[in-house]
C-alpha cells in the first residue's frame, strides 16, 4: 500500500538553526507531492512539488523531491519562534485521488 | 469569499447519538474531502467525494457516512458516536486529490 514516512516526529531547535525535515513517499504512479505546516488550527499549504516542479522556494523555507527515490525534503533556514509548528508531507495514493498525509513532523524552535 | 466553511466549531455528543457536521465551500471545487486528526497520527483521510453524486471511502471510514448533493456541500454524518470518534475533524476541497487542498477551520468533537 502507498504510504508517506515522515521524519523526525519530532525536533527542538534554537533560534538561527537551519533544519531539514524528511518525507518518504512510496507511490505506484507519482504525481505531485504536498508540503503543509499546522500550528494550532487548519492547515496551510506550503508547496506543492511534481515531477515539472521539483524545487520550490519561499522566503526562508525551500523544498527539493528527489523523483527517483521519491524523497522529499522541506529546509528552514534561520529558524524563528514563528515556525514552531507541526509540518505534514502528503500525497496521492497512486491511480486514485486519494490524498494520505504523513505524520508529521513537530518542529519547536526555542528562543 | 468564504473559501471552506465547517460547522459547528465544537460539540459534545454520548455515546449512541447521531449528528451531521457540516461542510461548505464557495469556490466551485469538485473535491472535497473529510479528515480526523488525532494527537501523533497526522490527518487520516475518512472519505471523499470528486463530484455531485460521487463518493468514496479513504484510510478510515467505519462509522461515518457521506453523500454529495451539491458542488458546495459534504456533509460528515455520525451514525451512533462512539468514544474512539473523540478528534478533531477537518473538511477541504480543491480541484482535484492531487493539487492544493483548502481546509476549513476544523470541528471539535468530543463523544462521552
Known amino acids: 500500500e502507498d504510504k508517506v514516512v515522515q521524519s523526525p516526529l519530532s525536533l527542538v531547535v534554537h533560534e538561527g538553526d537551519t533544519v531539514t525535515l524528511n518525507c518518504s513517499y512510496e507511490?505506484?504512479?507519482?504525481?505531485?507531492l504536498l508540503w503543509y505546516k499546522q500550528e494550532k488550527k487548519a492547515p496551510t499549504f506550503l508547496f506543492m512539488l511534481?515531477?515539472?516542479?521539483i524545487e520550490k522556494k519561499s522566503g526562508r523555507l525551500s523544498s527539493i523531491l528527489d523523483k527517483k527515490e521519491l524523497f522529499s525534503i522541506l529546509n528552514i533556514t534561520a529558524t524563528q519562534t514563528g515556525d514552531s509548528a507541526v509540518y505534514l508531507c502528503?500525497?496521492?495514493?497512486?491511480?486514485?485521488?486519494?490524498?494520505?498525509f504523513g505524520k508529521g513532523t513537530k518542529l519547536t524552535v526555542n528562543p | 469569499n468564504a473559501g471552506v466553511t465547517q460547522t459547528p466549531k465544537f460539540q459534545v455528543l454520548k455515546t449512541g447519538q447521531s449528528m451531521t457536521l457540516q461542510c461548505a465551500q464557495d469556490m466551485n471545487h469538485e473535491y472535497m474531502s473529510w479528515y480526523r486528526q488525532d494527537p501523533g497520527m497526522g490527518l487520516r483521510l475518512i472519505h471523499y467525494s470528486v463530484g455531485a453524486g460521487i463518493t468514496d471511502q479513504g484510510e478510515v471510514p467505519n462509522g461515518y457516512n457521506v453523500s454529495r448533493s451539491t458542488t458546495e456541500d459534504f456533509p460528515l454524518r455520525l451514525l451512533s458516536a462512539a468514544p474512539s470518534q473523540t478528534s478533531v475533524y477537518f473538511c477541504a476541497s480543491s480541484t482535484s486529490g492531487h493539487n492544493e487542498q483548502f481546509f476549513g477551520p476544523g470541528t471539535r468533537l468530543t463523544v462521552l
Open positions: 507511490v505506484t504512479n507519482f504525481r505531485s
Open positions: 502528503a500525497g496521492p495514493q497512486g491511480g486514485s485521488e486519494k490524498l494520505v
Open positions: 511534481t515531477s515539472s516542479g
